[in-house]
């Protein structure tokens, strides 16, 4: 949401020209409004697994850095999701609408997280597999509950890194074609 927020206000207040006159390119300017993202983001995966170890007693039977690793590849999916939603909407209200549509509802109701994918009518099962956060439901289920390692969850790691990938590079693309 932030990230959104954050290159749909500079579209609005005018601050992006200063950007795309410097001699920044896109593919410089998208990482660079990523980035503290990604570290806020990453304090807050250590703190919710703090929580869940120290507090309620989860425990991680799995690669603790493999989790983290797996933290940092889903934060990337979301941000470059974020970044693709700013650079295609006009202000920081469409921005948000869009990504309150885009991801906290599906989260919600399509990751698996509440809703047992399997008990979904079978129509709804496919579109799950556009949502990033079951992925990574069922990386966090993998090692923290089943010790799984990356053999295991190595299938779930390369559609998170794919959908990361191409992400990026749609907002890449569609920052250039609409600002540049």
């Given at each position: 949401l932030m990230t959104a927020i954050t290159v749909a206000r500079e579209k609005e207040t005018g601050t992006m020209e200063t950007l795309l006159v410097s001699p920044l390119r896109p593919v410089h300017i998208i990482p660079?409004?990523?980035?503290?993202?990604?570290?806020?983001?990453?304090?807050?995966?250590?703190?919710?697994?703090?929580?869940?170890?120290?507090?309620?007693?989860?425990?991680?039977?799995?690669?603790?850095?493999?989790?983290?690793?797996?933290?940092?590849?889903y934060i990337a999916v979301c941000l470059a999701l974020g970044v693709l939603i700013s650079t295609r909407t006009p202000s920081q209200r469409t921005a948000m609408l869009g990504v309150i549509l885009s991801t906290m509802l599906p989260t919600a109701v399509l990751s698996g997280m509440i809703f047992p994918v399997e008990s979904m009518p079978g129509w709804l099962q496919p579109v799950t597999l556009l949502v990033p956060a079951r992925w990574f439901i069922e990386v966090i289920r993998g090692v923290?509950?089943?010790?799984?390692?990356?053999?295991?969850?190595?299938?779930?790691?390369?559609?998170?890194?794919?959908?990361?990938?191409?992400?990026?590079?749609?907002?890449?693309?569609?920052?250039?074609?609409?600002?540049?």
């Open positions: 660079g409004k990523a980035l503290p993202y990604l570290g806020l983001a990453f304090l807050n995966a250590l703190t919710t697994l703090a929580l869940a170890v120290w507090v309620f007693g989860v425990p991680i039977r799995g690669s603790f850095l493999l989790l983290l690793a797996e933290s940092v590849l923290m509950l089943k010790g799984a390692g990356l053999e295991t969850l190595w299938t779930q790691t390369a559609i998170l890194a794919a959908m990361t990938g191409a992400l990026l590079l749609a907002g890449v693309r569609s920052f250039r074609t609409r600002l540049g």
